[in-house]
């Protein structure tokens, strides 16, 4: 098992910016997929950003290329979202995951451990 308890969301105006926490606990995850995911009200979980944990490779929804940095603190278990210049489309609840996954990283079926989420709001 691995328990994710996601942290650091808000309320935030355009062009701000926040960080988003992962804490990861549980069996072993170096081997996993982390990744993060975001639902809006009425719309499908949407892919954001994934890292390999042992490789440490990246990956950004094209919507979020530039504007996020997804990365991980290896001594603290804890993986970040750096969300720089945010915007209202960016309103969602956020939610990290964690699967046994390389290729399909991009594919929320693919994860088998989600946390709690957390909401994120930008005002225009």
């Known amino acids: 098992q691995v328990q994710l308890v996601e942290s650091g969301g808000g309320l935030v105006q355009a062009g701000g910016s926040l960080r988003l926490s992962c804490a990861a606990s549980g069996r072993t995850f170096s081997y996993y997929t982390m990744g993060w995911f975001r639902q809006a009200p009425g719309k499908e979980r949407e892919f954001v950003a994934a890292?390999?944990?042992?490789?440490?490779?990246?990956y950004y929804a094209d919507s979020v290329k530039g504007r996020f940095t997804f990365f991980k603190d290896n001594t603290k278990n804890t993986l970040y979202l750096q969300m720089n210049s945010l915007k209202p489309e960016d309103t969602a609840v956020y939610y990290c995951?964690?699967?046994?996954?390389?290729?399909?990283?991009?594919?929320?079926?693919?994860?088998?451990?989600w946390g709690q989420g957390t909401q994120v709001t930008v005002s225009s």
């Open positions: 890292i390999i944990w042992s490789g440490g490779s990246t």
């Open positions: 995951a964690a699967g046994d996954t390389y290729r399909y990283y991009y594919r929320s079926t693919e994860y088998d451990y």
